[in-house]
């Protein structure tokens, strides 16, 4: 577990016809209907040279619509077909035009198409098909928009700015009048930014080593909250600085530690008037899936704002802060919010913007639950705030941590079985201390505690991790086993003042 300290379209070609030219007119008027005139000042391509002998073929009867409809079927822009490709009837060009399809009428506004002449009543029509006909009116549409669109395209092209205005759309409203609804994201980040602190760590030794954290104003005299492992490289003879989201930094001292809960409180020197405390949630009414913001440093980022939901509550946890010190144990809300070294120290908020948590450390890929550089995973954990201000007034009011205690030790190795008493303590003394909460409920060496106030028990963190929960004077239901056999008593808890 880590606890780092942490396009524009392409013009046409202008010499580019809208409708395939006409063809030369032989000198002998023929008695079909007129054929559209094409406009003289209409810029168009010559078709290619046809042999002198090739004459016009005869015309076929047909409605007088139907050059308008030969005309209609003809997308604006389309080149002249090449002659090779054009087939052979009576070597001429082009080839008759077909009766007029099933489309032409029903694909777009019934009138003539450009350059026709007026359309005289059409014959009776051949049956056909009403699902070819939608289809094809369909088809048809599309090719008469392409081809306006191709046509304005080359307009624009062609016109100048003085005759063009922008095309850009701006949004009605500007994003300063944008207003944020309250619950947002947005909305409680801007709220509760201003009250989060990035913190400087730095040692007293020469090199001057320490760290990046975060922390929060805890009250208006000035009170930050923030982890242990934050402020324990500066905390004898060190210095320590906390930045505001304004980018005004305060020197600060430490009021009190507790490492056991890695919880530490720091004082601002010379604090500002107008502080405004974060609000306190109540951590024990959190339930898994509440959306949680994380704010923090990572890795030295100031003002980051991260978002989540709660994945598990009553998480046993034990973290260390890479000195080789004690552990310290919490029973934690787990969040995955991206939580980075750096964000250590810093607040978990609900939806409302309460603190429900002191974000504290991270399980990274590969590293268990040790020291570890890695980045967030999806597994961060928080203090629950509830325990957390206990501590808080403790460190305040007389600067020295209190911890409940059973008055016993246990084996921190061994999981999965409960939680085994020692068969001695440290240096050889007894397991289980004499008069004390454990003793008089009974218990003794080899016992395995399986059950604490109502929660399961698997290992000797997780034990030490709901023991602390409580309070001194707490009384709670214990569960041992001894030679297979439970028992169920009552316990009351004792007292430590100190992590010493």
Known sequence: MSTENEGAEVPADQSAPSAPPAPPVPPAPV??????????????????????????????PAPTEAPAAAHAQEPAHAQPPAPAQA?????????PPPAQPAYAQAGGGGGPAWGAPPE????????????????????AAAL????????????????GDETVGSTTVSSGTSPADFKRAPGTVAAVANKALPSVVTIQAKSGGADGEGGTGTGFVYDKEGHILTN??????????????????????????????????????????????GLVPLPLGNSDKVAVGDSTIAIGAPFGL??????????????????????????????????DASINPGNSGGPLLDAS???????SAIQSAGSGMGQSQAGSIGLGFAIPINQAKNVAEQLIKSGDPVYPVIGAMVNMTDKGEGATISQQGAGGTPAVTADGPAAKAGLK?????????????????TLISEIWTHQPGDQVKLTYERDGKPTTVTITLGKRTGDN
């Open 445 to 461: 060496a080899g016992d395995v505690i399986t059950e604490f106030g109502g929660k399961q028990i698997d290992s000797g963190p």
């Open 120 to 139: 005289a009543a059409p014959g009776p029509q051949a049956p056909r098909r009403r699902t070819g006909g939608l289809v094809a009116a369909v088809l």
């Open 302 to 335: 100031s003002n980051t704002v991260t978002t989540g939901i709660i994945s598990a509550k009553n998480r046993p946890v034990a973290s260390g802060d890479g000195s080789g010190g004690s552990n310290s144990y919490m029973s934690a809300l787990q969040t």
């Open 87 to 95: 087939p052979a009837q009576a070597g001429g060009w082009p080839p």
């Open 353 to 359: 913007g309460a603190v429900i948590g002191i974000n």
């Open 228 to 273: 242990n492992h934050v402020v324990a490289s500066a905390a004898d003879g060190g210095t320590l600085s906390a930045t505001f989201s304004d980018g005004k930094t305060y020197d600060a001292e430490v009021v009190g530690r507790a490492q056991g809960y890695d919880v530490a409180v720091l004082k601002l020197k010379n604090a500002p008037s």
């Open 31 to 60: 008695e079909s209907a007129p054929t559209a005139a094409v406009p003289a000042d209409r810029p168009e391509h010559s078709p290619r040279p046809e042999p002198a002998t090739a004459p016009l073929p005869p015309t076929p």
């Open 144 to 159: 008469v928009a392409g081809g306006v669109g191709g046509g304005i395209g080359y307009w624009a092209a062609q016109s």
